[in-house]
């Protein structure tokens, strides 16, 4: 069953971009996990960068968040955020087209 995670990460006052640039070495090694159909960052109004995720199992999502790629994330990050991510997993529920109605 595909997982979708959003990981809102708090920058710092005035290292948004420098939070942005720092998580690219892990966003690409993630990318490259099995099951990773989804790795993406964005740039949210609110002074957030959030992370939308899509797994293909629940199982390899479980793999990925002991994984050394999520560890780089982790230590490229560490001085540059005010507080922990806050991580929620999410499992879809499809409406109406199939393109349209889930990630």
């Not at 490259?32 to 949210?44: P, Q, R, V």
Request: glycine residues 8%; proline residues 5%.
């Amino acid at each position: 069953m595909t997982v979708i995670v959003t990981a809102v990460f708090y920058p710092k006052p005035g290292r948004k971009q420098e939070l942005a640039d720092a998580m690219r070495r892990g966003i690409e090694a993630v990318q490259s996990e099995k099951g990773c159909e989804l790795y993406s960052i964005h740039d949210a109004e609110d002074g957030t960068i959030t992370m939308i995720e899509k797994w293909s199992s629940v199982e390899d999502l479980d793999v990925h968040g002991d994984s050394d790629q999520v560890k780089i994330l982790r230590a490229d990050v560490a001085d540059l955020v005010e507080k922990p991510g806050l991580v929620t997993r999410m499992t879809p529920i499809p409406v109406g087209s199939a393109e349209q109605g889930a990630v």
